[in-house]
T-cell receptor
Framework: DAGITQSPRHKVTETGTPVTLRCHQT?????MYWYRQDPGHGLRLIHY???????DKGEVSDGYSVSRSKTEDFLLTLESATSSQTSVYFC???????????FGNGTRLTVT | GENVEQHPSTLSVQEGDSAVIKCTYS??????FPWYKQELGKGPQLIID?????GEKKDQRIAVTLNKTAKHFSLHITETQPEDSAVYFC???????????????FGTGTQLKVEL
């Protein structure tokens, strides 16, 4: 594994509650990404970071926010969870802007 | 934006046979094409990648071919084994040229089953 830890691994929450997912890396890579995986859609980019405090939106960013205060941590927050955000969330890292991405083992989130 | 289509969605082969998975992409600026293998309960694992300045790349039983003119690329697995059974994803990106890192657009995946 590429030194990526996602927490929690599983979470069940209720509609309307805030949720924060954490991605922690030990590789000192500059770039970090959040993807969601849903049947029939593959993986879709939510947000990404190109450095501490530098983040930008991906393809499916509505309803999500991110923060990166340290190189090793990238947080994904659902301000008010909805059932459509039930998914498996994957964090990925890459060393440089054109380097391969390496993924963590995911967080399965269920919003009831 | 980029759109990646992947076929077939499921593929069943006999052990020892070859398996081929095909993807097409829409953005002519894309220049990086990785393939990932995902086992149940795990994250996608990079198995091979190719850049647009190369037409073919091999790594033991795995090979990837790229046709830039037709905008398609394929994964070839020879001498398949039961442990090759997994979901395979193709992806494409501009390789960070447009800034902000290597933002991949994924296909929808192929469930490969290798039968004994």
């Amino acid at each position: 594994d590429a030194g990526i830890t996602q927490s929690p691994r599983h979470k069940v929450t209720e509609t309307g509650t805030p949720v924060t997912l954490r991605c922690h890396q030990t590789e000192n890579h500059r770039y970090m990404y959040w993807y969601r995986q849903d049947p029939g859609h593959g993986l879709r980019l939510i947000h990404y970071s190109y450095g501490v405090k530098d983040t930008d939106k991906g393809e499916v960013s509505d309803g999500y926010s991110v923060s990166r205060s340290k190189t090793e941590d990238f947080l994904l927050t659902l301000e008010s969870a909805t059932s459509s955000q039930t998914s498996v969330y994957f964090c990925a890292i890459s060393a440089a802007r054109d380097s391969p991405l390496h993924f963590g083992n995911g967080t399965r989130l269920t919003v009831t | 934006g980029e759109n990646v289509e992947q076929h077939p969605s499921t593929l069943s082969v006999q052990e020892g046979d070859s398996a081929v998975i095909k993807c097409t992409y829409s953005d002519s600026a894309s220049n990086y094409f990785p393939w990932y293998k995902q086992e149940l309960g795990k994250g996608p694992q990079l198995i091979i990648d190719i850049r647009s300045n190369v037409g073919e790349k091999k790594d033991q039983r795995i090979a990837v071919t790229l046709n830039k003119t037709a905008k398609h690329f394929s994964l070839h697995i020879t001498e398949t084994q039961p442990e090759d059974s997994a979901v395979y994803f193709c992806a494409a990106s501009t390789g960070g040229v447009t800034g902000g890192g290597n933002k991949l657009t994924f296909g929808t995946g192929t469930q490969l089953k290798v039968e004994l």
